[in-house]
């Protein structure tokens, strides 16, 4: 079946250029979450949306970074004046909330976003 | 969030198992144990986890020991498909995201 989907999976940006990455999610679920991973480093969480709504963007890590998901599906991370420190692999993971089983989360194969 | 130590890298050969151990001493009771595996360029993925008890499942096996301070995870018969980045974390189920280390390196031989 299928998993769920990034695009690009390669962007390169000059330096203050806007950059908006895709997530299209398992059908279905409910959760949607985005993480940055820098080059040897394990992910970072950056956000978190159940269906619609955003409850956690505790891990952006500037205003530059916004994140939307308007109808509960596919997400967007937008990357407004893009920064050379803003490269790295951004993943995104959908999860389907059942009360009483464990929730995993599928992740995505990610967007590398490389920033001259 | 309570924190893990892992090993850095490991090896092993194909077709023997491989243990890779996982310290979490400030675990709270509250705590599920997870491992998710990266392989090469692709995302993370879910290997098991357990909260007490030891755990199978078609890819590995779960230790957890009694006082729940480190956890091995099996991989009874290694194959070169097994080479990826372990990650063991910890998790409170009121909590959604994942929050990962850099987890250790398996290399596996021919």
């Known amino acids: 079946g299928a998993g769920v989907s990034q695009s690009p999976r390669y962007k390169v940006a000059k330096r203050g250029q806007d950059v908006a990455l895709r997530c299209d999610p398992i059908s279905g679920h409910v959760s949607l979450f985005w993480y940055q991973q820098a080059l040897g480093q394990g992910p970072e969480f950056l956000t978190y949306f159940q269906n619609e709504a955003q409850l956690d963007k505790s891990g952006l890590p500037s205003d530059r970074f916004f994140a939307e998901r308007p109808e509960g599906s596919v997400s967007t991370l937008k990357i407004q004046r893009t920064q050379q420190e803003d490269s790295a692999v951004y993943l995104c993971?959908?999860?389907?909330?059942?009360?009483?089983?464990?929730?995993?989360?599928?992740f995505g194969p990610g967007t590398r976003l490389t920033v001259l | 969030d309570a924190k893990t130590t892992q090993p850095n890298s490991m090896e092993s050969n194909e077709e023997e198992p491989v243990h890779l151990p996982c310290n979490h001493s400030t675990i709270s009771g509250t705590d599920y144990i997870h491992w998710y595996r990266q392989l090469p360029s692709q995302g993370p993925e879910y290997v098991i986890h357990?909260?007490?008890s030891n755990v199978n499942n078609r890819m590995a096996s779960l230790a957890i020991a009694e006082d729940r301070k480190s956890s091995t995870l099996i991989l009874h018969r290694a194959t070169l498909r097994d080479a990826a980045v372990y990650y063991c974390i910890l998790r409170d189920l009121g909590r959604t995201a994942l929050i990962f280390g850099k987890g250790t390196t398996l290399s596996v031989s021919s």
């Open positions: 993971a959908s999860s389907s909330p059942i009360p009483g089983a464990y929730n995993e989360q599928f």
């Open positions: 357990g909260l007490t």
